[in-house]
Structure formats: C-alpha cells, structure tokens
C-alpha cells in the first residue's frame, strides 16, 4: 500500500525538519516543506498531497488560516494545523477552513502520529460515503454527518443528521435548497452549483451562510459530489456547521 503523503507548511526550518523526520520514521511521504503561503499553494495544486499539515503563523502575505482556505477550496485537501498559538482569535478564523484538528507546539512523536492517523481516518470516511454516494442509503443514513441529496433545486434525501441545518427533516425534504441559504449568498452558491450540475470543473467545496427555521443565520460548509440519483444527475452534499 502506498504510504500516505503529507505537505508540511512552516517557515521554521528546524521545526519543519524534525516534522519531517517523525513523519518518515511513522511510515508516511513528505511530498514538500514550504516556509510560504503562496508557495504551499503552487505545491499543493502540483503535488496533491493526502494531508497538509500547516502553520498557523507564517512569514509573508498569507497566514496558514488564509492559505488552508484556499487549498480546502481549490483542492479539497484536507488541513491539520501546527500552532504555538491557542489565542480565541486565531482558532475562530481556523474553525472557517474546518481542519481535522490543531497540534500545539512543541509536541512530542506520539501526539504526531494520533493527530495524523485519526485525520487521515477521518477524511478517507468522508471520501469514501462520497464515492459510495446515495448508492447506500443505509450508510448515508446512519452517518454522523449531515447529509442531503439536491436535484433540481429541492432537497429530495436528507439523514437525521441534517437537522444541523436548523429545520426538521420534514421541513428540509422537497424544500428548494435556495431557500435555505441567506439572500446575499444565494447568487454564488447557484452559480456554482449550476455549473457543477453542468459536469464542469469546480470546487466541492462551499461556504456560506444559511437561514434556519427562526430566521437565525449559521455558518456552513458543504462538500459536495455529483451522483445520478432515481436514473439522473443530482448533487450529494456533506454539511458542517462552521458558526
């Protein structure tokens, strides 16, 4: 089985080798280290890392919050934060990118190595229920995510979990999912779905806001997935309250 390969983003060279080196001596791939944002995003879209284990604080115009926004964005690439930092501030704005978890520095091999494990675990279920799709609706319904199937607009599937929305399954079910996201955002999120529905090349994953049963505004992330749902094309989405 080929070892999973990790990008490591820290602008401390010592920090980022002795990383590197626990990595090696875990069995897992180094694909790069890079001290920079903009550079982790060049090597990120190249190398398609497994993982990114990322900086908060870098040196340069984007911090790792900035940068892991962008590479979940374009790439999907999942995130496990290194920090020194447990300042409200910083790990508010982290929670935006949904990472698999933080790391706080110094640390020693063995926290290293349950820290990526259970990441990578975690982002191969989701890849999996992905892959399998509506295809088993026993998995997606017993799920711990919050999961809905979109076609034509309307909600036509959603597990228990969806309630993380902030209606009932009976309010979420035939429900035009437009009207769930907030009015400023309703725009990009169709636009970006109408393209998706299309077959073309765009992210899966979106963030905006939404508007529950109480008119209350929640932050979520969706990622998605084509699928033929009932013999046609529908999307396959995974929520996660980011408020």
């Not at 080196?21 to 694909?31: F, K, M, Q």
């Not at 990114?52 to 999942?78: C, K, N």
Request: charged share 30%.
């Amino acid at each position: 089985m080929t070892p999973a390969s990790i990008m490591i983003v820290e602008d401390e060279v010592i920090v980022a080798e002795d990383v590197r080196a626990s990595l090696e001596r875990l069995g897992y791939g180094v694909t790069s280290l890079v001290p920079s944002g903009e550079e982790a995003l060049e090597r990120a879209g190249r190398d398609k890392p497994d993982l990114v284990l990322m900086d908060i604080i870098l040196s340069g115009d984007m911090d790792g919050i900035e940068t892991a926004g962008q590479i979940a964005s374009l790439w999907g690439i999942p995130i496990l934060y290194l920090t020194a930092h447990s300042d409200k501030k910083f790990i508010d704005r982290a929670k935006r990118t949904y990472p698999l978890g933080y790391l706080v520095k110094p640390f020693r091999e063995a926290e290293l190595a349950a820290a990526v494990e259970t990441g990578l675990e975690r982002a191969k279920k989701e890849a999996t229920l992905l892959a399998e799709g509506a295809g088993n609706r026993l998995v997606v319904e017993k799920a711990q995510e919050a999961i809905c199937v979109i076609q034509d607009g309307l909600v036509k599937f959603a597990n228990p979990r969806a309630t993380v929305l902030g209606w009932s399954l009976e309010e979420l079910m035939s429900r035009p999912i437009e009207e769930l996201i907030h009015p400023e955002d309703r725009k990009a999120v169709n636009r970006q779905y109408a393209v998706r529905l299309k077959g073309k090349r765009v992210s899966r994953i979106y963030q905006f806001r939404i508007v529950d049963n109480k008119a209350k505004t929640k932050w979520m992330r969706a990622s998605t997935v084509m699928i033929d749902w009932e013999g046609r094309p529908a999307v396959l989405a995974f929520f996660y309250d980011i408020t």
